[in-house]
């Protein structure tokens, strides 16, 4: 586990940053908070910044006296260390040094990080880097600190512990007044030193050293009980903070501790399974009976076996009865609302999050109000409101509270148990859902609930940083070697294949868990540059590699939903759109951009007046965003090509001339030069790194393929138009021609868009490849006919181009049903001819025809069950294309292009002269570690440990669905064997009743054979009659394996 955390904080990926003021000020703040305390128990020179060595975190920590008023350190923590008052207090007790986390204790660290981060909670520990604060650091660090924005930790982790136990203290000592920034300190494996994965540390002085106290315990109980009183909130919405304890194994000791806390009103949760003393308790509390003491027999065995204790005989020591006296303390019955057992052992059992929720909820230490406010911070199921909240007892207190702050929750929380409940419970919908509180909804759910909109002009800046710079892609990653081993390429190819699926369904399933954990975050790691796949995306690398699961996901599909529209809101109606394309500019104002919902969202509760302030630079931003957005320029193509179209046919049929060439026939020559000029743009800017890969990455894309195919026969037919007259006209309408029929098939691109037309698109591109190979079929059918054909009646033909057009001819159309005989219904020629032909319309229009329709009868259930994954993924392309289109439509784009072109030119001339300047050193503290409270973590790696996190939910939960396919398959097993146990129970039945009516025909005819039962034998025959039993026995045995044998 040390391991990982070392991959996880490193210094190579957390470089050291520049000292700013605010660090300063921490240090002057902290030394002046000193001074004033210096005689409250404070102890002065032993304060300032921890830095472990290796890492980049500096955690602040202070030497107290075990005396200190709570108070003092409830102000350090507040207005000295710049905590943030929390919402929840979870004091965390139990193993120490021998504690090891099992496997099924990991969706604790889980649980608790969820916990703490979504409630904003202070964790307390006792901060040594063993057993259980150990892992709780761990936890916390790897799922929400690691999140963190800001410099400043998600959620605090205070480590409490005793000052002389600390290995290595002494490097925490500093001068008097001054103290330690930083006090670099050292981890060992052979001792339990701090631990780096907690952000503050109260360091508590008794005097002693290197002895076991409860010095630090009684500390942490005394700040505990203070933080409990304390309110946070203003006036009316004020409420206490609440505390919670988390029993985790534990010895001996940590049973007073849980009495301690039950005596002060503190809810317990008890992890059974954890071991130690947290089963003890969960053992003790299934058995104990109302009012009535807990016996020693009834937890004795688990007493010796948790807590390793030992005694004999029926003298019980005096400690194991001080320990049963505190097991029945904590079991009375007024503490049964405050004991809360969370089993980690059965598969059904309540994670330790929703644990933490019902024992805040049970103990009812808080109104209504705030205990509604704190489950739906908490984001759990339904099922703890159904327990806890709505119960008989509340539901009449909860009539009076206005349910619409928690409905608003729910569904940005995606809640839908919640939000049934409430709506149940009292929750009118009708009034709820107005127009501006459904816009406020779409809008918290794209940005956020904490974005105040003060990063807007730096995050359009870095976009546009970002867009300005094309960095080259290298996708040539792997240059295979030619292998002569056809087997061996054919086992990798396969076992490759099966890697390949297996890797889109991994990388589906974690995005699912990333999206539903943060959606904005999960939005960013599809568009984060990845640097060993030469800076492209995560959806530019599974476009390449053709992973339509992936790019079908909805974190995909939002993603480009957002880029389509650009700065305009994804959800805007598509008759803004098109209205404010045609009554441009007046109407582009109703459109609602990215940067007016974000100001809406920093400015909730103001007047509409300050929610949209006014201005020109308002209105020619949002004037740019409409015209560079990707879907305006995609209706801008529309009309363009309409015009286009209109304008080619009616030239071709009215205004080419043969001598001349019409203005019509110039306009549209230029309009395919600026064409041309873009098609060239698009080579240009392709992720390659040669001209000709480039190219080849132009030309895979059959859409570019048949633009080039567009422009090649229109400047060629212009060109013939040029340079012939009089009889060579005819050849120019036919490559005119041949342009106007591709210029009339290009638009069925941008059918894709569409989500009912767009699947038809890809239903025609498939079935024309099916088309293409029975094409081959035909064509063997067709000249070995068509051949003798023409051999038999018209005998040595002269050689010309007619023969072979002959050939062909007739044959094909005879696939229509046009026979081509006489009035009279007989085939021309001699009499072969007419069977030849019979047979041909046999093969080709019955078995041929039937095979086509059946291969696109097949092709197109293929696609119909995908449909909407082909065409998702396929639009990918489409925008893509469109996001880097220049502004408007030919020949208006010849303006962007030279405007692209010039400033091409001035970067590279730009570059050119800052190589050419001599570097100066930079100047100030370079290279000087931050002396901040936190060292900030850089974005990239908190995106990797949040795709880390999201890739270990999907895990646990793949190990846990496997698990209870698993236990499925169990259970079937046991239903089977209980059958087959049924039927042999009945075969056995069968024939013992077979074997008795046997027995009682024989004794019709035999004399009955007496038995003396003194002695066992037959008077008669003097037999044993044990051993004649044993020999039925064994024959009815035997008869029944036999039929045993028969029904398996």
């Known amino acids: 586990?040390?391991?990982?955390?070392?991959?996880?904080?490193?210094?190579?990926?957390?470089?050291?940053?520049?000292?700013?003021?605010?660090?300063?000020?921490?240090?002057?703040?902290?030394?002046?908070?000193?001074?004033?305390?210096?005689?409250?128990?404070?102890?002065?020179?032993?304060?300032?910044?921890?830095?472990?060595?290796?890492?980049?975190?500096?955690?602040?920590?202070?030497?107290?006296?075990?005396?200190?008023?709570?108070?003092?350190?409830?102000?350090?923590?507040?207005?000295?260390?710049?905590?943030?008052?929390?919402?929840?207090?979870?004091?965390?007790?139990?193993?120490?040094?021998?504690?090891?986390?099992?496997?099924?204790?990991?969706?604790?660290?889980?649980?608790?990080?969820?916990?703490?981060?979504?409630?904003?909670?202070?964790?307390?520990?006792?901060?040594?880097?063993?057993?259980?604060?150990?892992?709780?650091?761990?936890?916390?660090?790897?799922?929400?600190?690691?999140?963190?924005?800001?410099?400043?930790?998600?959620?605090?982790?205070?480590?409490?512990?005793?000052?002389?136990?600390?290995?290595?203290?002494?490097?925490?000592?500093?001068?008097?007044?001054?103290?330690?920034?930083?006090?670099?300190?050292?981890?060992?494996?052979?001792?339990?030193?701090?631990?780096?994965?907690?952000?503050?540390?109260?360091?508590?002085?008794?005097?002693?050293?290197?002895?076991?106290?409860?010095?630090?315990?009684?500390?942490?109980?005394?700040?505990?009980?203070?933080?409990?009183?304390?309110?946070?909130?203003?006036?009316?919405?004020?409420?206490?903070?609440?505390?919670?304890?988390?029993?985790?194994?534990?010895?001996?000791?940590?049973?007073?501790?849980?009495?301690?806390?039950?005596?002060?009103?503190?809810?317990?949760?008890?992890?059974?399974?954890?071991?130690?003393?947290?089963?003890?308790?969960?053992?003790?509390?299934?058995?104990?009976?109302?009012?009535?003491?807990?016996?020693?027999?009834?937890?004795?065995?688990?007493?010796?076996?948790?807590?390793?204790?030992?005694?004999?005989?029926?003298?019980?020591?005096?400690?194991?009865?001080?320990?049963?006296?505190?097991?029945?303390?904590?079991?009375?019955?007024?503490?049964?609302?405050?004991?809360?057992?969370?089993?980690?052992?059965?598969?059904?059992?309540?994670?330790?999050?929703?644990?933490?929720?019902?024992a805040l909820l049970k103990a009812e230490i808080a109104s209504p109000e705030d205990q509604l406010d704190l489950a739906l911070d908490w984001n759990t199921s339904g099922v703890a409101w159904q327990d806890e909240i709505f119960t008989r007892n509340r539901i009449r207190k909860l009539q009076s509270v206005n349910k619409d702050p928690y409905m608003v929750m729910a569904l940005l929380q995606d809640n839908a148990e919640v939000v049934e409940m409430l709506l149940d419970n009292g929750m009118h919908l009708a009034t709820f859902l107005t127009e501006q509180r459904l816009a406020e909804l779409y809008s918290k759910a794209v940005y956020g609930r904490g974005d105040d909109g003060s990063s807007t002009t730096l995050n359009r800046l870095i976009e546009e940083k970002k867009n300005s710079r094309q960095p080259e892609q290298h996708t040539d990653l792997l240059d295979l070697a030619d292998v002569d081993d056809v087997i061996c390429n054919r086992l990798l190819e396969s076992q490759m294949k099966t890697m390949l699926r297996q890797l889109e369904t991994d990388a589906a399933g974690v995005m699912d868990e990333c999206y539903r954990l943060d959606p904005r975050r999960a939005l960013g790691l599809l568009t984060r540059p990845q640097p060993r796949w030469g800076e492209g995306s995560c959806m530019a690398i599974a476009n390449s590699g053709k992973h339509m699961a992936f790019m079908s996901h909805a974190a995909c599909q939002t993603n480009l939903n957002r880029v389509w529209f650009g700065h305009m809101e994804w959800f805007t109606p598509l008759w803004k759109v098109i209205l404010s394309l045609i009554f441009f500019p007046v109407t582009v104002f109703t459109i609602t951009f990215t940067d007016d919902v974000r100001r809406t969202v920093r400015t909730v509760g103001c007047s509409p007046a300050h929610a949209h302030p006014c201005g020109i630079r308002r209105y020619l931003r949002a004037i740019y965003h409409y015209q560079t957005a990707p879907i305006t320029k995609f209706y801008y193509t529309v009309v363009f090509y309409v015009v286009f179209l209109m304008l080619f046919s009616l030239f071709l049929l009215t205004d080419l001339l043969n001598d001349v060439i019409s203005p019509s026939e110039w306009f549209l020559a230029a309009v395919m030069g600026v064409q041309l000029l873009d098609e060239i743009r698009q080579i240009v800017s392709q992720d390659a790194r040669s001209w000709l890969r480039k190219l080849q990455v132009w030309q895979g894309d059959v859409w570019n393929r048949m633009d080039a195919a567009i422009l090649v026969t229109f400047f060629l037919a212009f060109s013939l138009h040029c340079g012939l007259r009089g009889d060579g006209m005819a050849a120019v309408k036919v490559v005119y021609s041949c342009a106007l029929i591709l210029a009339f098939y290009r638009p069925l691109q941008m059918f894709y868009v569409h989500e009912k037309i767009g699947p038809k698109i890809i239903m025609i591109r498939e079935m024309l490849q099916d088309l293409l190979i029975f094409l081959s079929l035909m064509v063997v059918f067709v000249l070995a006919f068509g051949v003798v054909r023409l051999a038999l009646l018209s005998p040595n033909s002269p050689l010309s181009w007619k023969l072979f057009v002959d050939v062909v001819r007739v044959p094909y159309w005879l696939i229509y049903a046009q026979l081509l005989t006489d009035p009279e219904g007989h085939v021309a020629g001699p009499w072969l001819v007419s069977i030849l032909q019979a047979a041909y319309v046999l093969v080709t229009n019955v078995l041929l025809i039937n095979l086509l329709i059946a291969m696109f009868n097949y092709t197109f259930q293929n696609i119909q069950g995908t449909a909407e994954q082909f065409w998702k993924f396929h639009r990918y392309s489409l925008i893509h294309e469109y996001v880097g289109r220049p502004w408007g439509a030919p020949p208006l784009t010849l303006l962007p292009l030279t405007w692209r072109l010039v400033r091409a030119v001035w970067t590279a001339a730009s570059r050119k002269d800052s190589r050419r300047q001599p570097k100066r050193l930079a100047s100030g503290r370079r290279g000087r570690q931050t002396s901040g409270t936190h060292a900030a973590i850089p974005e990239v790696q908190r995106q990797r440990i949040f795709q880390k996190l999201g890739a270990d939910n999907y895990i646990l939960k793949e190990k846990q669905k496997s698990s209870d396919e698993k236990s499925e398959e169990i259970q079937e097993l046991k239903r089977r064997v209980d059958e087959l146990g049924e039927q042999i129970a009945a075969l056995s039945h069968r024939d013992r009743c077979y074997y008795d009516s046997s027995s009682g025909e024989d004794d019709i005819d035999v004399v009955p054979q007496r038995r003396d039962v003194a002695s066992g034998k037959d008077v008669i025959s003097g037999r044993d009659v044990g051993q004649s039993s044993q020999y039925q026995q064994a024959g009815s045995d035997s008869r029944v394996h036999g039929k045993l044998d028969t029904v398996v």
Request: proline fraction near 4%; include cysteine.
């Open 1 to 358: 586990m040390m391991n990982s955390r070392k991959r996880l904080k490193t210094e190579e990926e957390l470089p050291l940053t520049v000292t700013t003021d605010n660090d300063y000020g921490a240090s002057a703040k902290m030394k002046t908070f000193v001074s004033r305390y210096r005689d409250s128990g404070v102890v002065d020179g032993s304060f300032g910044e921890l830095r472990f060595r290796g890492f980049g975190q500096a955690s602040p920590y202070v030497r107290v006296t075990n005396d200190i008023d709570p108070e003092v350190l409830w102000e350090l923590m507040t207005s000295c260390w710049d905590m943030k008052p929390p919402n929840l207090i979870i004091s965390v007790v139990g193993g120490d040094a021998k504690f090891v986390l099992k496997e099924r204790l990991k969706k604790v660290n889980k649980g608790l990080a969820n916990a703490a981060l979504s409630t904003g909670a202070w964790v307390f520990t006792t901060g040594l880097h063993r057993g259980v604060s150990k892992y709780v650091g761990e936890a916390i660090w790897g799922g929400a600190n690691c999140l963190a924005d800001s410099g400043q930790p998600a959620v605090n982790v205070v480590g409490i512990t005793t000052w002389g136990n600390v290995p290595n203290r002494h490097r925490l000592k500093g001068q008097k007044g001054i103290g330690k920034f930083p006090a670099r300190y050292r981890l060992h494996n052979e001792t339990a030193p701090l631990d780096l994965n907690h952000t503050h540390f109260i360091l508590v002085d008794d005097g002693t050293v290197e002895t076991a106290g409860w010095s630090d315990v009684e500390v942490r109980t005394r700040l505990e009980q203070h933080i409990g009183q304390q309110t946070i909130g203003q006036g009316a919405k004020g409420r206490t903070i609440p505390v919670v304890l988390m029993l985790i194994e534990g010895g001996s000791t940590t049973l007073k501790s849980t009495k301690k806390a039950l005596k002060r009103g503190i809810p317990v949760v008890i992890l059974d399974g954890s071991g130690g003393a947290a089963d003890v308790i969960a053992l003790a509390a299934r058995k104990k009976i109302k009012n009535e003491l807990l016996k020693l027999e009834d937890v004795e065995e688990k007493l010796r076996s948790a807590l390793d204790l030992k005694w004999e005989g029926a003298h019980v020591p005096p400690y194991v009865i001080s320990l049963m006296r505190h097991l029945n303390s904590i079991l009375k019955e007024e503490n049964r609302n405050l004991v809360t057992v969370v089993r980690l052992n059965e598969s059904d059992a309540m994670d330790i999050d929703e644990g933490l929720l019902r």
